[in-house]
């Protein structure tokens, strides 16, 4: 997850701790539960302390998930006690057991998903496309744009994150001597992915979550190409001129496809129709479809790791020493799957949900979805984003469960996917490019074009209100 300025987090984690008392002072006792609450008072100061120790993990070194997950089991204890004196504590069991459910249903589909990325990686997928660009012979401008265009349609396929590092890895090879480049065309990647990421379930985890919970069908995001296409396009457009000209020299690299790595793809995208099928016409969980798409992936690793060992076997035979056998082991690529990510997830849905248990979510639902009006509500979680991470401000507001047609629930998907773009720190593609593309793609750097990347954040709205205007029964 980005790393956020401190001042700006303690600003809105103060505004946030000063709106809260005199918020819930105007709520019914009902509807606030622990809000006006002593316990509720702590459990908020607990989760701020707990991101602040998340927004720091670039300084101190603590990962993520660490301090979210002391805190969600800190805030529970405490709640559970709260709860027991009150004699609520059968509706608290019940709620810790509702939100562990969201949880691992988000566990399990990311981890098919993240194993089958595995997967294709070690086969060599993602390098063969590097190596591909690279013998291309293409000018620094046409790199610009094909980068670009492959990380806007990859991440609707990969998730952003994937694809941006994938897309990094090829500016860098061929910019090395021209840091300009590098800079402007990871600021496109970051852009790109992060807007393709939008309109599809998996292109980005807050689509998955708004997909898993029923608000979107499958084919609904597809509503949302046409505005994530403007959302790349003007602030690429506004680039293009800075590119610098010329070509850089072709690469003669080879690099050789390992066994099965097509039928890896193939078995990804039959988990990927299982996934949509199982949810669609058997009304089961999407993660159900994965992982028995995951399953497929299993059995033939288990093929090629019997090809593997008759291979091994021959080749002793005839020459004394195995050669490279393409040996493949599933389980190692579910060991490499992002699980500080996973269990940051547990993290924040269980600290969301606690919030949500104390009567925080209604409250500010009721201020902001309620005061402002969704457009602008949705608008302004977009902006804010870019600045708190997209995935603690969607399960905010997929846990406040606002009143909101198809047209909202698009909208506040594609302003949560894209708005992370206007900063560096504001995306995991941004934090992630800025470690790979350490000292060229930088903080400021990306500042330099934020005025542009808000042209197309603002395009993309427009476009969608405009666009997709069938899908709202009414706007506010």
Not at 276 to 303: E, N, R, S
Not at 392 to 402: D, I, S, T
Request: aromatic share 12%; glycine share 10%.
């Amino acid at each position: 997850m980005p790393s956020i300025p401190l001042p700006a987090m303690r600003l809105a984690a103060g505004a946030l701790l000063a709106a809260m008392p005199l918020a819930a002072s105007a709520a019914s006792p009902v509807q606030a539960g622990f809000a006006s609450h002593w316990v509720g008072y702590v459990a908020l100061l607990w989760f701020v302390v707990a991101y602040l120790f998340v927004i720091a993990e670039e300084f101190t070194g603590l990962r993520k998930s660490q301090p979210v997950m002391l805190a969600a089991g800190a805030i529970w204890a405490l709640l559970a006690f709260a709860s027991a004196q009150a004699g609520q504590s059968a509706e608290l069991h019940a709620a810790v057991r509702d939100y562990l459910l969201e949880f691992a249903e988000l566990l399990l589909f990311l981890l098919a998903a993240m194993t089958y990325v595995n997967a294709m990686s070690e086969r060599g997928l993602f390098e063969a496309l590097r190596v591909w660009l690279l013998r291309r012979g293409l000018g620094y401008r046409a790199l610009f744009w094909a980068t670009g265009a492959l990380a806007f349609f990859l991440s609707p396929l990969i998730d952003n994150l994937t694809t941006a590092l994938v897309m990094c890895a090829v500016v860098l090879a061929v910019g090395r001597d021209d840091p300009r480049f590098v800079a402007l065309a990871c600021i496109n990647i970051v852009v790109a992915a992060n807007a393709g990421g939008t309109f599809s379930p998996f292109g980005d985890i807050t689509t998955l979550m708004v997909w898993q919970a029923g608000k979107v069908p499958f084919a609904g995001f597809f509503a949302l190409f046409l505005p994530a296409l403007v959302n790349w396009g003007v602030p690429a457009l506004c680039m293009h001129a800075a590119v610098p000209r010329g070509t850089p020299a072709l690469a003669d690299e080879q690099v050789r496809l390992r066994r099965g790595a097509w039928v890896i793809v193939i078995l990804f995208g039959l988990t990927v129709a299982l996934a949509v099928g199982f949810h669609q016409f058997l009304h089961l969980p999407p993660f159900m479809g994965m992982m028995t798409g995951l399953a497929l992936l299993k059995l033939y690793g288990w093929h090629l790791t019997r090809v593997a060992n008759a291979q091994q076997a021959s080749e002793f035979a005839r020459e004394g020493a195995p050669g490279d056998i393409d040996a493949f082991d599933s389980y190692e690529q579910v060991a490499r799957a992002e699980w500080d990510t996973l269990l940051f997830f547990f993290g924040v849905i269980m600290c969301v949900g606690a919030l949500g248990y104390c009567g925080y979510l209604a409250l500010l639902s009721q201020q902001f979805y309620g005061g402002l009006g969704p457009t602008t509500a949705n608008v302004l979680v977009g902006l804010m984003s870019a600045v708190l991470d997209n995935i603690p401000m969607m399960v905010a507001v997929l846990q406040m469960a606002p009143e909101m047609d198809g047209g909202q629930w698009l909208l506040v998907t594609l302003t949560a996917g894209v708005g992370g773009s206007l900063l560096s720190i504001g995306s995991a593609a941004g934090v992630a490019l800025m470690g790979q593309a350490h000292g060229q793609y930088t903080f400021f750097s990306h500042l330099k074009w934020s005025w542009a990347i808000a042209l197309g954040y603002a395009a993309s709205v427009a476009v969608h209100l405009l666009v997709n205007a069938r899908l709202f029964t009414g706007l506010a």
